[in-house]
């Protein structure tokens, strides 16, 4: 009885303060096909958005006609790192990397749906002078998680955007 109280409990608070697990993104089926660009042909932004966008519904079909697809652009991507503390004796401590993406989206027509926008994101990570073998490697594994998020932000701000719109 206690567990069920406890659960009842919990569902009311969580949507009492306005909480909503996120929802699937599902792109109007008026959009069509969504082909994104990027100066560098071998992105891994690009990549991961051309399949986050076929999992939400824009097709990515190779045989359409490229007057006929959206156009998801990727204008910019920059990557910065940079110290973010050091100790009394002005050794780094801790270290910031920050990714900016610039982005839009054309339809078919055109027509812009999401004008450019920017989106950036960091990630802080402790540095330790006599660790420093690893370093290399905890810098992939955060530019992977960035991409990641990355992929996942862009999308959200379209979807807002088309919302938007409706």
Not at 128 to 147: C, H, N, Y
Request: aromatic residues 6%; hydrophobic residues 40%; neutral net charge.
């Amino acid at each position: 009885m206690r567990h069920h109280l406890a659960l009842a409990a919990i569902a009311l608070l969580l949507t009492a303060c306005g909480f909503q697990p996120r929802r699937a993104l599902t792109l109007p089926p008026e959009l069509g096909a969504v082909q994104v660009e990027s100066g560098d042909r071998y992105s891994r932004l690009a990549d991961g958005l051309a399949r986050a966008l076929e999992r939400a519904g824009a097709n990515a079909d190779k045989a359409a006609d490229r007057q006929r697809r959206a156009r998801l652009r990727i204008v910019s991507e920059r990557w910065n790192e940079g110290p973010l503390s050091t100790d009394a004796t002005a050794r780094i401590r801790e270290y910031v990397t920050r990714y900016s993406v610039q982005f839009e989206l054309i339809d078919a027509a055109g027509v812009t749906r999401v004008p450019r926008e920017t989106v950036e994101l960091s990630r802080e990570y402790a540095f330790d002078a006599t660790r420093s073998f690893g370093t290399p490697a905890e810098q992939e594994v955060i530019r992977e998680e960035l991409q990641r998020d990355m992929v996942a932000a862009i999308l959200r701000r379209i979807d807002a955007s088309l919302r938007a719109d409706d």
